[in-house]
Every structure is written in structure tokens, then in C-alpha cells.
């Protein structure tokens, strides 16, 4: 999953930053409303935090221009305002969850997935298809009466493709969900993940359809 942290704090981005990614996320992290409004209009995110006191524009200028703009991505506002005008303006603009700081890094993950569960239609955090189960509370993958929990990197792809089953990811598609701004990608590093998992789960995990991509059977 690839989130976009719009953070200008650099000690509370660098935190926010390593827990996401310890959860297996892919972060890409601006600090200030320009470039985070371009970021929102030229990336495709699972989500995005969004500070409010933001240099050059504030947060609440950046969710309205995107809204406006057509911008979906659901967006989790992560402030320090807890004024009652502030949480009602914020949600009145389109965000789709605000958190007071300080909180948690376990909140904030629980509530990251309640958004991806609203958005996608599910009541739960478990991802399944007839043969596989992926729990994004727990990172435990299950296939072929095997269950692991599963590395961070690991748990993005299959995360990536038990979204969509039956849908083929291209190799471009789950490097853009797997990898982030400034991070080297080697030639060969999705099929090695994906070698991974067919190890520990078997082929019947992820299939290969040549020329094309990967998926997930439903």
C-alpha cells in the first residue's frame, strides 16, 4: 500500500515514516501544502495523512483544491488542532478521518484500515479467495493450510494482489504500489518476492501469467 505522509515536522515525519514502512507500507513524505497538492494530483495512493499547519499552504487549502480537483485518495487528517470548528471544517472538505496528536502508531494503523475497508466495501481486515487468506491487522498470510506472517515487503505484494483477485498486476503496477520516491528498484526484485512467497505457500500462491503479470485466483 502506498500512502503519502504530508508532514513539515521532521521528528514527528521520520517516526510516522519508519512505522509505516515497519508495517509494510510504502511512503512517499512531503512537507508543505505545494507539493503535497502536486503529489495528490499525479500519484495514485492508497491514502494520505495530512498535517493541517503546513508551510506555503495550509492542510485544509490542500484537501479542498483536491477535492475539487477530483481527487479521491481518502485522505486521514493528523493534526494537532482539536478545536471542534477545525474537525468539523476538515471533515465538511472531504477528509475521511481526523486524529488528534499525539496518539498512537496503533490507532493510526487501525484507523488507516478501517478507511481501506470503507473504501473497498468490506466489513473486515481480512483479505480472502477461495484457496487464500491475508490478514491486515496481523500480516499472517494463509494458503494451502499454511499460515506466516509475512515480511513487510512481502506482506505489500500479496497485499497488492489479494486486493484484486483475479486482476493480472504488471510488474510496472506492483513496483509503483511496492516502491517510493528515490528508492532503487532492481531489475529482478519483484520476481524474487514473488519467488519467495511460491516457496514458503507454493506455486498455486501467486500465478504467472507470461507476458502479462502476476495474480492472486479468486
Known amino acids: 500500500m502506498r500512502v503519502l505522509l504530508i508532514e513539515d515536522d521532521a521528528l514527528i515525519g521520520n517516526g510516522l515514516v519508519a512505522a509505516l514502512k515497519s508495517a ?10 505545494l507539493t503535497a497538492q502536486e503529489a495528490l494530483r499525479g500519484t495514485a495512493y ?28 481518502p485522505v486521514l487528517v493528523v493534526t494537532a488542532r482539536d478545536a471542534l470548528e477545525d474537525r468539523v471544517a476538515g471533515l465538511d472538505l472531504g477528509a475521511d478521518d481526523y486524529l488528534v496528536k499525539p496518539f498512537e502508531v496503533p490507532e493510526l494503523l ?6 481501506m475497508r ?11 479467495t477461495r484457496e487464500a487468506a491475508l490478514d491486515t491487522g496481523t500480516h499472517e498470510f ?7 506472517l509475512l515480511p513487510a ?9 489479494m486486493e484484486r483477485p483475479g486482476h493480472i498486476l504488471s510488474r510496472a503496477q506492483i513496483e509503483e504500489r511496492l516502491y517510493g520516491w528515490g528508492e532503487e528498484v532492481e531489475s529482478n526484485a519483484v520476481e524474487v518476492l514473488i519467488h519467495s512467497v511460491r516457496r514458503k505457500f507454493g506455486k498455486g500462491a501467486i500465478l504467472n501469467i507470461r507476458g502479462a503479470g502476476w495474480m492472486v485466483p479468486k
Not at 46 to 73: N, S, Y
Not at 118 to 128: K, M, N, W
Not at 142 to 148: A, D, L, N, P, Y
Not at 153 to 161: D, H, I, K
Open 24 to 33: 509494510g507500507m510504502t511512503v512517499d513524505w512531503v512537507r508543505d501544502g
Open 46 to 73: 492508497a491514502i494520505a495523512l495530512l498535517d493541517l499547519g503546513l508551510p506555503g499552504m495550509d492542510g485544509l487549502a490542500v484537501l479542498k483544491a483536491a477535492r475539487r480537483q477530483g481527487v479521491e485518495t
Open 110 to 115: 487501525a484507523r488507516m484500515r478501517a478507511l
Open 118 to 128: 470503507r473504501r473497498a466495501g468490506r466489513a473486515t481486515s481480512r483479505l480472502e
Open 142 to 148: 494463509s494458503h494451502g493450510g499454511r499460515t506466516e
Open 153 to 161: 515487503r512481502e506482506y505489500a505484494l500479496m497485499q497488492a494482489l
